[in-house]
């Protein structure tokens, strides 16, 4: 099965930058996913790693290291409309032929003036 | 873009009742996944579909059923509703065959409450 870990909280300011750590142990690896879920409303999906090191998409970029069972995602110029919760995801070997995809506690990030 | 359609929004019901909730996926995408949401805590995978055919199971109550028609829309079955299956229900698609394969993208969600 899928284990993942996530900070329950962080705080950070307007302007800032922030990095939300994932570490994770899994039955197999398929990829490993980043969504924004804003309270009451959908996750958004913001990245997705399958391969070790960075890929950047604008303000966000996710890191992955396989070997290490670990992710962050970095957000740079934080913005007030960034306040939300983002939850890391780890597709894994399924029992049967889907996917296993299962999302971290995920963690609050509260930007503050 | 056509993104996920999940219908109803909302939906109110009573104990021992039944729902059903409805989503329609991404086109082209052929996968559909259900997950439950209770409040504070992250998307609890109950089922997906893969090709009309069942593809993985999670945390679904055996009161609940699902299935994925021809056209790629899936339905949600709930019966002998309890007051702790208040939560918000997400449908997601993913498409098999796209470059990058097994991205989720979610519909806004049904939210059930049982009173």
């Known amino acids: 099965g899928q284990n993942i870990d996530q900070p329950t909280e962080m705080t950070a300011t307007e302007g800032a930058i922030v990095q939300i750590n994932c570490t994770y142990q899994?039955?197999?690896?398929?990829?490993l996913f980043w969504y924004q879920q804003h309270a009451g409303e959908a996750p958004t999906f913001l990245s997705y790693n399958v391969l070790d090191g960075l890929e950047e998409k604008g303000r966000f970029s996710s890191f992955l290291s396989r070997s290490k069972g670990y992710s962050y995602l970095l957000l740079k110029e934080l913005q007030m409309k960034d306040s939300a919760s983002y939850l890391c995801?780890?597709?894994?070997?399924?029992?049967?032929?889907?996917?296993?995809?299962?999302f971290g506690p995920g963690t609050r990030l509260s930007v503050l003036p | 873009a056509a993104g996920v359609i999940q219908s109803p929004r909302h939906l109110i019901k009573e104990k021992r009742e039944t729902a059903t909730l409805k989503c329609y996926p991404i086109?082209?995408?052929?996968?559909v996944y259900w997950y439950q949401q209770g409040p504070g805590q992250d998307p609890q995978f109950l089922i997906s579909f893969y090709e009309k055919m069942q593809s993985d199971k999670g945390s679904i109550p055996d009161r609940f059923s699902a299935q994925q028609f021809s056209d790629y829309h899936s339905e949600l079955n709930m019966s002998s509703l309890e007051l702790g299956d208040s939560a918000l229900y997400f449908c997601?698609?993913?498409?098999?065959?796209?470059?990058?394969?097994?991205?989720?993208?979610f519909g806004a969600g049904t939210r059930l409450s049982v009173l």
């Open positions: 899994t039955s197999g690896f398929n990829g």
């Open positions: 995801a780890v597709s894994g070997d399924s029992d049967n032929y889907g996917q296993n995809f299962v």
């Open positions: 086109p082209r995408h052929d996968t």
């Open positions: 997601a698609s993913s498409s098999s065959t796209a470059l990058a394969k097994n991205i989720q993208y």
